[in-house]
């Protein structure tokens, strides 16, 4: 017997369908068939005068199944069974909690009346997956609601309220919590006692078609810039403009050919990869429950400091900020006071929440305060024993149970965690800055990280919104190790013949947010200068180095801050090529004896990305990422990667493995130790494998 998906009750003259495909009552196969056989039997069913549909469990519909997405196309399509559903002779209600989101969307604009609880949430998001909404939502949610407001939603994919949803026409009632289910088997009663229906191939809101284009042109003329390498954008733009233009079955038309457009593109497949490796890096790695946290001390207020406070606060912990003296604390609560001043402005927080959490907001200089905290996350400055001098502190007043975290970028947690009395209450919790807005959080499990720990560091993440990454312990983790790699491959390529503005120009081309000497600039110099002196007595003697960023250090050419770095930055704006930086790296090539030559924009991406795919399997070898798509995640949200793109170990599979380890060993006839290509690249190749062979097996922490 198949599984039953949708259930059906009738109750008096109206039926009932449930969707009931838990966790989020997404669009299988199996539900669309089974919503499309009950809608259809209704029909010529006497008993039946009406249809209400709704959702077991936690939500209304997330839409299609996005794991079935990319697999061959399976009747009822989604629009297929909206289409039943808008064409029934019989009233059809829509009742919405939680969410209704893509194709789940698309099934409610398929009915002739929505009601929904306050708290749901509506979007067609379809577009992060590199895809327009495909079943007939292009069509329909423009004919309701306008076009303007339907290009926006759908290419942001942002999610509107149901109070948004009222107000813009996309639902007809909100219900009260708990009577929903009873408040649309009234709606259908009434619309099928006076033989109401409500199509939305009928409604009128793109009556005025001039209006209407324009409306299109305007929203797209904003973000063709942001879009432009994306398919996805483009092709809704078109969708709309057809339902202004043309009838709602040539409307469907357009958007099926936009659909199958995106669903070839290699985009789609890196923004599906880029969601499900987001999901699975999120689940803790280890069976067991994490400790309850309430209250978190901060240690240090800096930007890094004052940026974990802001996020903690946000997700409702109490937090206490230390610092070692008051002109200290005075300065970092300033910062975290201006982080919330610019969540006002932006309109992310009003007033009363801002003030809300302040509430919840405390600093102090004595370490005796922290005594009760539940977790303590240690940012001060990046100094060994300046760590180890806190933690000491730590062990001394910290109750038993307190996790004791380290924001530690690159030093050793095992050494850390080795100079209290209790390594197993120690971990890494590495933010990104700003640390109240980056996504990523890499979780750092010493040796002796005890499990609940790390399973706290995982909870913790949901809390505040982010990703978890689980990391191993290794000089930079997963992301700063990599990014060592190839800032390197970028300075050879600079010291090579390449300016540092090709390189840049090439890399954003190619759809990094921001390319390796713009980022340097952005960051400041001095951070990397001082990591480099740090490194230097441990510096393989045979390594190539190159020393042109050291050259605009001594000059105190540090980036933006300092006006110059890579680039000028005489007033604000993006910074100006320099022809003094230009004399430096070719005073330093002639130093070295280099003959420049010339690299053309594939070239720098083939080096730069090889450099990347080669680090991340040494670190897969190594036990340092769990599994590839670990790192893919690393890389799109802590390292400006294009998300389109899947990651640097999708990209890899994508261009194939083979290519990319001939590249890496032609590179090494030049530099065979930079280019040594890791032992798990090998393999993969030797075995016909790829990357995404190693996401596939299940695995927890050891
Ligand atoms: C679409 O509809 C195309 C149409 O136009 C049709 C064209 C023909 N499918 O996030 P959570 C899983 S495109 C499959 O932790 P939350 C998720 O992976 C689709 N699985 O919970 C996780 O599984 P696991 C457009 C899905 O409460 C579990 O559910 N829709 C889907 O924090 C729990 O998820 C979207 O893009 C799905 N659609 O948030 C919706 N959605 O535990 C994307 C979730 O094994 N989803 N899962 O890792 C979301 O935004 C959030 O997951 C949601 C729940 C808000 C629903």
Redesign the pocket.
């Known amino acids: 017997m198949r599984d039953e998906v949708v259930s059906s009750v009738l109750d008096g003259e109206v039926l009932v369908l449930t969707i009931n495909n838990p966790?989020?009552n997404?669009l299988s196969n199996a539900v669309r068939t089974q919503l499309q056989a009950a809608v259809l039997a209704a029909r010529s069913e006497h008993a039946v005068a009406g249809i209400v549909i709704t959702g077991a469990g936690?939500?209304f519909s997330?839409?299609?199944?996005?794991?079935e997405?990319g697999g061959e196309r399976t009747h009822p399509?989604?629009?297929e069974v909206a289409t039943t559903i808008e064409t029934s002779t019989k009233p059809v209600v829509v009742a919405i909690h939680g969410?209704a989101?893509?194709?789940g969307l698309?099934i409610a604009l398929g009915a002739h009346y929505r009601i929904t609880e306050p708290s749901a949430r509506f979007a067609l998001?379809?577009v992060?997956?590199g895809?327009l909404?495909?079943?007939g939502?292009t069509q329909r949610l423009p004919r309701l609601v306008g076009a303007g407001q339907a290009v926006r939603m759908m290419m942001s994919g942002d999610s509107i309220s149901a109070g948004d949803a009222a107000e813009i026409g996309l639902v007809d009632a909100i219900s009260d919590k708990g009577t929903l289910v009873d408040r649309a088997k009234e709606q259908v009663r009434k619309m099928a006692a006076a033989g109401i229906l409500r199509r939305t191939c009928d409604a009128t809101a793109l009556s005025d078609t001039a209006a209407s284009l324009k409306q299109v042109d305007e929203v797209w003329k904003k973000l063709e810039g942001k879009a432009k390498r994306q398919v996805a954008p483009a092709r809704i733009a078109d969708a709309v403009r057809a339902a202004a233009l043309h009838s709602l079955d040539d409307g469907l038309a357009v958007e099926a050919v936009g659909?199958a457009e995106c669903m070839a593109s290699p985009q789609r497949q890196g923004l599906i990869h880029a969601f499900l490796a987001e999901?699975?890096a999120?689940?803790s790695p280890v069976n067991a429950p994490g400790r309850d946290i309430r209250s978190v001390a901060v240690i240090g207020g800096g930007t890094m400091g004052s940026g974990i406070v802001a996020a903690l606060l946000n997700a409702g912990f109490e937090v206490m900020m230390m610092e070692r003296d008051e002109t200290s604390l005075a300065a970092g609560k300033e910062r975290v006071s201006a982080i919330f001043q610019r969540s006002i402005k932006s309109g992310r927080l009003d007033e009363t929440g801002v003030a809300c959490a302040l509430r919840r907001f405390a600093g102090s200089t004595c370490y005796s305060d922290i005594a009760t905290a539940d977790l303590v996350i240690e940012a001060a400055f990046e100094d060994m024993n300046v760590k180890k001098a806190i933690f000491s502190e730590l062990d001394r007043v910290c109750k038993q149970g307190a996790i004791l975290a380290t924001n530690t970028s690159y030093l050793d947690v095992n050494e850390i965690a080795a100079s209290v009395c209790r390594s197993s209450d120690v971990i890494g919790l590495h933010f990104f800055s700003p640390a109240h807005v980056m996504k990523l959080l890499e979780v750092v499990a010493a040796e002796a990280t005890a499990p609940d720990v790390i399973a706290t560091g995982f909870e913790l993440a949901k809390k505040l919104g982010k990703t978890p990454v689980l990391a191993g312990v290794c000089d930079g983790f997963i992301g700063n190790r990599i990014l060592y790699v190839f800032r390197e491959a970028a300075n050879f390529l600079m010291e090579d013949g390449a300016s540092p503005y090709e390189i840049d120009e090439a890399l954003e081309e190619f759809g990094f947010a921001m390319g390796p000497f713009r980022t340097a600039d952005l960051t400041g110099g001095d951070i990397g200068w001082a990591t480099r002196q740090r490194k230097a007595a441990n510096r393989d003697p045979h390594a190539r180095y190159v020393r042109i960023a050291d050259a605009l250090c001594e000059r105190g050419w540090f980036g933006q801050k300092a006006g110059r770095g890579y680039y000028r930055y005489d007033e604000p704006g993006r910074g100006l090529c320099d022809p003094d930086v230009l004399e430096i790296i070719e005073r330093e090539r002639k130093e070295r004896g280099v003959r420049a030559r010339r690299f053309s924009g594939q070239e720098i991406v083939d080096r730069y990305l090889a450099a990347m795919v080669n680090e991340a399997a040494k670190i897969l070898d190594d036990g340092i990422a769990l599994r590839p798509s670990d790192i893919d995640v690393t890389m799109v949200l802590g390292y400006g990667f294009p998300r389109w793109k899947g990651g640097p170990l999708k990209y890899a599979d994508m261009e194939g493995l083979p290519g990319i380890l001939k590249n890496i060993r032609t590179f090494a006839t030049d530099d065979p130790l930079f280019w040594k290509p890791a032992p798990l690249l090998l393999f993969l190749v030797e075995e016909g494998k790829c990357f995404e062979d190693l996401n596939r097996k299940e695995k927890k922490h050891a």
Do not use: Y
Request: some cysteine.
């Open positions: 966790p989020v997404a936690k939500c997330a839409g299609a199944d996005i794991r997405l399509w989604t629009g969410h989101l893509g194709g698309e998001p379809e992060r997956l895809l909404p495909g079943g939502g659909f999901k699975r999120t689940h």
